[in-house]
């Protein structure tokens, strides 16, 4: 009831000479109606329900395209028999009248959209895969081409990208190397203290950093740096149609754009890896000094004699690797963004985490490959 008497000032039942009419009156505007819309067209699709009902709509003051889509609504998309109307609400039914009739469609329920979407999740995969092999086997022919005409070799190009890479991403390596060599030579000190085996503590530093932990952090943070400038580059260029300039021009984008970003990232990987890994030994020998009393001294004259050479060149092997393959990643996650920002966010997204995928999935790799080089 209350309810029913709150919306009294936007219609009034009448009677008139044994036929039920509904006047409708105010402004039937969104403003006007904000704070009544749900409850008046819930009451008036109620009333619409009766076949006989005249409407008279003369008592509008204004209506706006909410209020007519309600009033729309509540006639079942059809005009009423008994209607009076102003010439200009006329024109707004007939406008309503000429939009195509909407036809809900029940989606019959899909008892295999698992394979559905592996089907699909697999042909993904599979036209990306193809896409690698492609973009691999330009730059290899690439790589043929300034063999033969070495005068054309983007030098520029090149060096931009190792500074832009390397150099630029020496203070966050090192931080997070820094950061990582002290809780581990932290925890595991207070494990070797239990057996009274801190002098392995150089041992462990040594062979984890080196080996595992130096080049897998410098390649995530890349991944996740320098991968993604290069597919917004790539995108932005997409987006901006500069791509398609260079086209235009005659100039090859895998010689000129991809080529120098693999190998710039090819060549500043390795020294990122080293750079990465003597930070975390620095903050493990001081961990370690401060936890168990070994000096530094102490510590870089037992190095070498604790970890063999071959994890140093094994480290530096996964940089090279992992940094081309970022790169490619990159690269070709790039390329195939279209020109919308939308695309570009997703991109990026997707090069970021495939490219960490992968630095993990080589890691993997080298660590069942070489399981019996530089271990004693």
């Given at each position: 009831?209350?309810?029913s008497?709150?919306?009294?000032?936007?219609?009034?039942l009448?009677d008139?000479?044994?036929?039920?009419?509904?006047?409708?009156?105010?402004n039937?505007?969104?403003?006007?109606?904000?704070d009544v819309?749900?409850?008046?067209?819930?009451?008036l699709?109620?009333?619409?329900?009766k076949?006989?009902?005249?409407?008279?709509?003369l008592?509008?003051?204004?209506?706006?395209?909410?209020?007519?889509t309600?009033l729309?609504?509540?006639?079942h998309?059809?005009?009423?028999q008994l209607?009076e109307l102003?010439?200009?609400?006329?024109k707004?039914?007939?406008r309503?009248?000429?939009?195509?009739?909407h036809?809900s469609v029940?989606?019959?329920?899909?008892?295999?959209?698992?394979?559905?979407?592996?089907?699909q999740?697999?042909l993904?995969?599979?036209?990306?895969a193809?896409s690698?092999?492609t973009?691999?086997?330009?730059?290899?022919?690439?790589?043929g081409?300034?063999?033969?005409?070495?005068?054309?070799?983007?030098?520029?190009?090149?060096?931009?990208?190792?500074?832009?890479?390397?150099?630029?991403?020496?203070?966050?390596?090192?931080?997070?190397?820094?950061?990582?060599?002290i809780?581990?030579?932290y925890?595991?000190?207070k494990q070797l203290?239990?057996?009274g085996a801190?002098?392995f503590?150089?041992?462990?530093?040594?062979?984890?950093?080196?080996r595992?932990?130096g080049?897998?952090?410098?390649?995530?943070?890349?991944a996740g740096?320098?991968?993604?400038s290069?597919t917004a580059?790539l995108?932005?260029?997409?987006?901006?149609?500069?791509?398609?300039a260079?086209?235009?021009?005659?100039i090859?984008?895998?010689?000129?754009?991809?080529?120098?970003?693999i190998l710039?990232?090819?060549?500043?990987m390795p020294?990122?890896?080293?750079?990465?890994?003597a930070?975390?030994l620095?903050g493990?020998m001081?961990?370690?000094?401060l936890?168990?009393?070994?000096?530094?001294?102490?510590?870089?004259?037992t190095?070498?004699?604790?970890?063999?050479?071959g994890?140093?060149w094994?480290g530096?092997?996964?940089?090279v690797?992992c940094?081309?393959?970022?790169?490619?990643?990159?690269?070709h996650f790039?390329?195939?963004?279209?020109?919308?920002t939308?695309?570009?966010?997703?991109?990026?997204?997707?090069?970021v985490?495939?490219?960490i995928?992968?630095?993990?999935?080589?890691?993997?790799?080298?660590?069942?490959?070489?399981?019996d080089?530089g271990l004693?």
């Open positions: 009831m209350q309810n008497s709150r919306l009294t000032q936007w219609y009034q009448e008139r000479q044994n036929v039920p009419c509904i006047c409708l009156t105010g039937y505007t969104l403003p006007a109606l904000e819309f749900d409850d008046l067209a819930s009451d699709a109620r009333q619409a329900q076949p006989d009902l005249h409407w008279n709509l008592g509008i003051q204004q209506i706006d395209s909410a209020g007519i309600m729309w609504q509540a006639w998309a059809q005009r009423p209607i102003r010439p200009e609400h006329e707004m039914i007939e309503l009248e000429q939009l195509p009739a036809q029940t989606k019959p329920s899909d008892w295999l959209w698992p394979i559905t979407q592996i089907g999740l697999s993904l995969l599979w036209q990306h193809i690698l092999l973009l691999i086997g330009q730059l290899l022919l690439d790589m081409y300034l063999i033969r005409h070495p005068a054309y070799i983007p030098w520029r190009e090149i060096s931009a990208n190792l500074f832009r890479t390397g150099a630029q991403a020496l203070g966050i390596t090192a931080l997070v190397g820094f950061l990582i060599g809780v581990i030579s925890l595991s000190s203290q239990l057996f801190d002098i503590i150089i041992n462990i530093l040594g062979i984890s950093i080196i595992e932990l080049p897998m952090l410098a390649a995530i943070l890349v740096r320098s991968g993604s290069m580059q995108g932005v260029m997409r987006v901006t149609q500069e791509l398609d260079l086209t235009v021009m005659g090859s984008h895998s010689l000129r754009l991809i080529l120098p970003k710039g990232l090819g060549l500043a020294l990122l890896v080293i750079w990465t890994s930070m975390a620095i493990g001081v961990a370690a000094e936890q168990l009393g070994l000096s530094i001294q102490y510590f870089i004259s190095l070498p004699d604790s970890v063999p050479i994890n140093l094994l530096l092997g996964k940089g690797v940094g081309m393959v970022i790169a490619l990643i990159a690269c790039g390329m195939r963004i279209k020109p919308n939308e695309s570009l966010g997703e991109g990026t997204t997707s090069s985490v495939t490219a995928t992968m630095v993990i999935i080589v890691d993997a790799i080298f660590a069942i490959l070489f399981s080089v004693p």
